[in-house]
């Protein structure tokens, strides 16, 4: 018999019941029992939900108050000795004062690093070690809820995460996680008895970090845990694998004396015949063939196809059908959507939807395809409307792709001839200051746009606001004496969204959240079709604003890089295609605000870094094509037509080529968090255009001095030529309030004016 099953299921809840319950506790509006009811009504709901839908064995532990790599670190007791933690059970308020950090009476300590979880949009807590770091069991979650779940009468089968990948994910210092192996195995070890004392025939460990690049070390690591882990317990142990291919790995995977191990036959469906050939005889193998990070409907015809062959070559009672990673990743449930195109809608399956997809396979598999035949009719109608749809299809776009050589895409001169006609041109001082963008996003002006949205405000009168408020940001740069302004961004409540809203091949939910971190969610918009930008859309904006000020206001674009990785992507063509069609709709807008006269264009790649594959192999590929929508969006620009870019809060020291090969006459960087290390780029890497390094951090409200900038300048100066150097904050100020915006702009304009006099004619 095949088993259907999946890895996890989200925990927010439809409505996000669990993002108001927390920000609620937070706020001292419930008490703690409150919370932990409402999260007992959202497990209990979730694995009824499973159950109903025809899941043979439900998740459990995939539930957390915060993240599942911080329960783990609970769990262990591997807790940083920064929170004062006495070494009993792991309360709620040192659980939070990891994830958020924590100010009251007497106490004031900083949150735990939060960091991306593979290559998805939600983050995780990245655990602490200390050189010599002990664990100590110091929580009863898993054993609770796996009983909570069996009170219910659900089959329930433990979740964790596996000991390699929660070391290998840490930091430690001094490095060598892996150090710590011996240690912590007992603890694993335990915990496994427990579960098993507590009745769980199976155990699941995530071992996600075999899809990464291991050197042998890491590799050896494997065996030998598992090797212990086998020892240690009766239960059955289950590993996953999600988020790309074993690869080099595979044999390593196959080699663990567990009873199942899980493979992501989405992201890496070519594993799947060598796993046949090579597995053991006594290990199941976990299939997911349902896409559990993107929101299409699955291909029941061709996912069945390849769980059959699967299945005559290692019998049934050696597979599961699954989804190829947890739940989590993707949105709840589609009939919650009301105002999606109904041909669209009918392309798509959100979390709800993917467990019928999964239970639909296995009753195909284990009754044949008789018993499914409306629902394979029914996909199989899905499949060819969306590939034959004009709706997604636009030969226009597809023929401009063609047209436009990607290698050839770019700026017309080399950058030295650029840069001159543009000092010409737009004649600013030595060590020029600007913004990267938003200005406060005050209460009052989230106040309208909800107002304008639910109809409250006419167009007309929510207009002249946001005019209002331009024309008063652009004068105060003016009297604080910035060189290059913005418009403030008034307009947008989103970087992406607001894109995404005027192009075409995008659609958007009402209800499409996902977790991104603790209590926050996105909503990413879905990219469907081929993308075209149908009429201007921030030409109006930026033409207002050049019109109040004889300084350069800056157009302001996000890039196709960036709007690629925060959207859910079409998979019906490779990624680079569509980040290629984003590229020239932006290119449109690009050329459109050069036109309209605007000197200087931002397009903005924050996600640039987060695009990275997982596997170092894959990187050169992914650079090339990033590399070349940036330069397709500034294609045919006059060389007098100033280019900048920002990128934020990443790792760019082993990217730093790709990003010069942007060839942005500017960009300006985050450095303020990590000044040191990216300076210590620039010695080693000469950047050829202009650069700003952010002189300040946007994220705290402090007010930094006018000497701490200087000496950043002056620091950057011996790297970088002071002729390339700009003066800005490290990124949009949407999240401040005006005082200190204000205080702090006034000393970075001071500053630059005394770097200015300091290296005049040097
Ligand atoms: N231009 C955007 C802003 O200033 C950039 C935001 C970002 O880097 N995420 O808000
Ligand atoms: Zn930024």
């Known amino acids: 018999m095949v088993l259907a099953t999946v890895l996890g299921f989200p925990r927010i809840g439809k409505q996000r019941e669990l993002k108001t319950a927390l920000e609620r506790y937070w706020k001292g509006k419930i008490g703690e ?25 439900v998740p459990t532990g995939d539930f957390s108050f915060y993240d599942q790599m911080l329960d783990m670190t609970a769990l262990l007791g591997a807790i940083p000795p920064r929170y004062g933690w006495t070494g009993e059970g792991v309360d ?81 210092e001094g490095g060598g996680n892996l150090a710590l192996l011996d240690t912590i195995l007992p603890a694993y070890a335990e915990i496994l008895q427990k579960l098993e004392q507590a009745g769980a025939a199976w155990i699941q460990l995530d071992e996600p970090a075999l899809v990464l690049d291991l050197d042998a070390a890491a590799r050896a690591a494997y065996a030998k845990a598992y090797a212990y882990l ?14 790309g291919a074993l690869g080099d790995n595979l044999d390593a995977a196959l080699a663990l004396p567990v009873d199942a191990l899980h493979l992501d036959l989405v992201r890496a469906p070519q594993q799947l015949d060598s796993a046949l050939d090579r597995a053991p005889t006594s290990l199941t193998l976990s299939l997911g063939v349902v896409d559990g990070r993107n929101v299409w409907r699955n291909d029941l015809g061709a996912s069945l196809r390849l769980l059959e062959t699967a299945a005559a070559r290692i019998g ?25 195109d109904p041909e669209i809608k009918n392309w798509l399956a959100f979390a709800q939807q993917k467990l019928g997809e999964i239970t639909t396979l296995t009753r195909g598999l284990n009754e044949g395809r008789g018993a499914i035949a409306d629902a394979l009719d029914a996909s199989d109608a899905a499949v060819k409307s969306r590939a034959n749809s004009p709706r997604i299809h636009n030969p226009a776009v597809a023929a401009r792709l063609i047209e436009q050589p990607l290698a050839s895409a770019g700026r017309k001169s080399p950058f030295a001839t650029r840069s001159a006609l543009q000092k010409k041109r737009l004649g600013l001082p030595l060590f020029p200051t600007t913004t990267i963008g938003s200005f406060p996003q005050t209460a009052e002006v989230r106040k309208h746009r909800a107002d304008f949205k639910n109809g409250k405000v006419t167009p007309e009168a929510y207009d002249a606001f946001l005019k209002a408020e331009t024309q008063k940001v652009i004068r105060f740069q003016e009297d ?58 921030t030409v109006s904006w930026s033409r207002f604003a050049q019109s109040l000020t004889e300084k350069p206001v800056k157009g302001m674009l996000t890039g196709p890089v960036t709007i690629l990785q ?29 036109k309209a006269g605007i000197r200087i264009i931002q397009i903005d790649e924050p996600a640039f870094r987060e695009g990275l594959p997982l596997r170092r192999a894959e990187w050169q590929a992914y650079l090339t ?46 450095t303020s968090r990590s000044q040191r290390k990216l300076l210590e780029i620039f010695t080693a890497f000469k950047y050829p255009n202009e650069i700003g390094p952010g002189v300040y951090d946007i994220h705290s409200p402090r007010v930094p001095s006018e000497e701490e900038m200087i000496a950043l300048l002056e620091k950057a100066s011996t790297r970088i ?21 204000k205080a702090s702009l006034e000393k970075m304009v001071a500053a630059a004016r005394r770097m200015r006099e300091r290296h005049a004619g040097k």
Not at 44 to 51: L, V
């Open 33 to 57: 029992s409150d919370l932990r009811n409402a999260a007992a009504d959202l497990r209990a709901e979730h694995w009824r939900q499973q159950k109903a839908a025809g899941l043979d064995v």
């Open 92 to 172: 709620l308020a040192t659980f939070f004062a990891m994830a958020r950090g924590a100010q009251r009476e007497g106490v004031d300590v900083q949150a735990m690093e939060m960091t991306k979880w593979f290559d998805t949009n939600y983050h995780y807590i990245v655990p602490e070690f200390a050189h010599d770091q002990k664990f100590k069991i110091s929580s009863t979650k898993p054993v609770d809820e796996f009983l909570e779940a069996r009170r219910l009468g659900f089959n329930a089968r433990p979740v964790l995460i596996g000991p390699i990948t929660y070391l290998l994910l840490g930091k430690k």
């Open 230 to 243: 086998r020892q240690a317990t009766k239960a059955k142990l289950f590993v996953a694998t999600y988020f």
């Open 316 to 340: 049934k009672d050696r597979v599961w059908v699954s989804a190829s990673c947890s739940l989590l990743h993707a949105p709840y449930d589609l009939d919650l959507e009301t105002t999606l």
């Open 480 to 537: 604080i004496g910035l060189d290059v302004l913005v418009h403030g961004e008034f307009e947008r409540s989103d970087m992406v969204e607001y894109f995404g809203e005027q192009f075409s091949g995008f659609a958007f939910t009402q209800n499409g959240w996902v977790q991104s971190y603790g209590s926050r969610c996105v909503k990413p918009p879905i990219i469907y079709g081929d993308v075209a930008r149908p009429r201007p859309i």
């Open 566 to 594: 925060w959207s859910f992507v079409r998979d019906d063509q490779p990624r680079s295609v569509t980040a290629h069609q984003i590229a020239l709709a932006l290119q449109d807008e690009v050329l459109d605000l050069e």
């Open 625 to 670: 094509w990033a590399a070349q929508a940036f330069r397709l969006a500034s294609t045919g620009l006059k060389d007098d037509t100033q280019i900048q870019t920002h990128m934020c809060y990443a790792e760019f020291n082993d990217i730093i080529a790709a990003i010069a090969s942007l060839d942005a006459d500017v960009i300006l960087i985050e």
């Open 721 to 741: 030529a002071p002729a390339q150097l700009w003066v800005n904050p490290d990124c949009g100020l949407k999240t401040r309030e005006w005082p200190e915006t």
